[in-house]
């Protein structure tokens, strides 16, 4: 829901096959982890590069008679979750036992929610481009508990394995096919994973395994997917693949276009696709098969015994969203209406919660557009060149603001206020007292102003004659001005003086 947009949805990918137009539906199941200090049903740590095995409860490694107990900050970031994607949420929900059997799941069993989930039905704005955007529905989220770790390549003969994120509560949110291109899914999990962070309730690192997304892919003839979308009814798609275990947005791209154009070859070459389960190695660019649908365990949910359904109240889900962040959509709105920047530039500045905090200590009080050019520009730019996250950066906020306030008293110029950022940068301090005990400050006395130009207009009777006739030449007295004062003198004096001396 938009309010400060309207948009248009981006036209879906279409790829040209041997005998035909093709197009891609996509769906998207992401596993996000909790952000949470305990397990979802044990008081374990979840604190990533622990020695394996050490953060491990009785009830993470099943030990007999050990029962689950709910972990409530882990509800309470699920259902802080499903009000940022403007989800229903569900205040009776209930946890089943997926039963399978795996080195890395001691129970035997995961405990999900396949029946009665904590959140239902939302949806998440994916930006393309300036007015372009798609309107991506959310089925449901579910919390469940994550798996062990098999480690198979530590000995030749062996494997291992590492229980410590056995028990990590995950939520998984599920979409509907509603992606229709790589470009849209990469994008997609992008803003899925920006609308966590500035909720806080995962941090959405994907090297670390704590964002990684099993992509459904399917293809269909132009005109198919419409027909679903009026009637619901899944067989206007194509069968669709499932890769799994995705944690990488290049990657996810790379292995849909790969995933698409294996089903059409096989579809125009007169076969089937057939449903089944598939990984993406990134080394050859290419899916592989994991497992056939058909061949897949049968799970044989049943509601967990251990854990009662699941209720909570109406007055503790609204104490949860009174305490709900802006969201990256208004905040990027009103960096728009109330700042005057562009929506690009709105958008680089809300791309990461870090970012935007730091822009606004800068932009307070101050000229939001200029703030968001050296923010933009400046900062990033040396950040990104240096390797640097903003919370690296050796000029802070205040700092920064100090800059942009010498340049509003008319105290620096512009090239002024690049060397001074450039000092702080790399020696730090308070910019006013860098820039007095350096003598940066900008020559803004009309005398000595005037001495110079009349100065340079004496000097130079040929060039008065130029610019008299041609008054755009004036601006060759500014520029001497400027290199017989050392750069200090406040431009906006001297062309003023300038003009009034030629009688332009």
Request: negative net charge; hydrophobic residues 40%; charged residues 25%.
């Amino acid at each position: 829901m938009l309010d400060h947009l309207s948009y248009t949805a981006p036209e879906p990918k279409v790829i040209a096959g041997a005998k035909g137009d093709w197009e891609l539906v996509i769906g998207l199941e992401v596993h996000a982890q909790v952000a949470s200090n305990a397990k979802l049903f044990s008081g374990a740590s979840t604190a990533f590069g622990a020695e394996p095995n050490s953060n491990v409860s009785f009830v993470d490694a099943a030990m007999p008679g050990m029962l689950p107990v709910i972990n409530e900050f882990c509800v309470a970031q699920a259902v802080r979750t499903g009000l940022g994607l403007k989800a229903r949420i569900n205040l009776m929900s209930a946890f089943d036992r997926k039963n399978y059997f795996y080195p890395d799941l001691p129970q035997g069993y995961q405990i999900s929610q396949l029946y009665h989930p904590i959140v239902g039905e939302g949806e998440i704005i994916v930006d393309m481009a300036p007015g372009i955007a798609r309107r991506v529905r959310i089925e449901r989220i579910h919390l469940e508990q994550d798996a062990g770790k098999s480690i198979h390549d530590m000995d030749p003969a062996l494997s291992f394995v590492d229980l410590n994120r056995t028990g990590v509560a995950l939520m998984e949110i599920v979409s509907r096919p509603d992606i229709r291109g790589p470009e849209e899914a990469a994008a997609y999990v992008a803003k899925l994973r920006q609308i966590m962070r500035y909720l806080g309730t995962c941090d959405g690192n994907m090297q670390n395994g704590n964002l990684r997304a099993d992509v459904n892919v399917s293809v269909c003839k132009p005109g198919d997917y419409e027909r679903y979308q009026a009637t619901q009814d899944f067989s206007h798609l194509g069968t669709r693949c499932e890769i799994k275990n995705m944690n990488s947005l290049r990657f996810i791209q790379a292995a849909i276009e790969y995933e698409a154009r294996r089903q059409i070859a096989i579809i125009e070459d007169g076969g089937t696709v057939v449903q089944e389960t598939r990984l993406y190695d990134p080394d050859k660019g290419e899916t592989r098969s994991m497992r056939s649908k058909e061949e897949a365990h049968d799970y044989r949910y049943f509601p967990d015994p251990d854990l009662l359904p699941l209720e909570i109240e109406q007055g503790w889900v609204d104490d949860i969203a009174g305490s709900m962040p802006e969201l990256p959509d208004e905040k990027k709105a009103r960096f728009v209406t109330e700042l005057g920047l562009s929506e690009y530039d709105a958008g680089v500045l809300t791309a990461e919660v870090e970012n935007a905090d730091f822009f606004e200590v800068v932009a307070k009080g101050r000229d939001g557009k200029q703030a968001a050019n050296w923010v933009i520009n400046e900062l990033f730019g040396r950040l990104n060149k240096e390797g640097l996250s903003i919370g690296e950066s050796p000029v802070s906020a205040a700092q920064l603001g100090g800059v942009l306030d010498l340049i509003a008293s008319g105290e620096i110029s512009g090239k002024m206020a690049k060397d001074l950022f450039e000092i702080v940068w790399t020696e730090g301090g308070d910019p006013a007292e860098i820039a007095a005990a350096r003598g940066m400050k900008q020559v803004t006395d009309l005398g000595a102003i005037e001495a110079a130009v009349d100065e340079i207009i004496a000097a130079n009777p040929a060039q008065v004659e130029k610019a008299k006739a041609n008054p755009k030449l004036a601006g060759w007295f500014t520029g001497q001005v400027l290199k017989a004062t050392g750069g200090k003198a406040n431009p906006a004096a001297v062309n003023e003086m300038v003009a009034k001396k030629l009688g332009l």
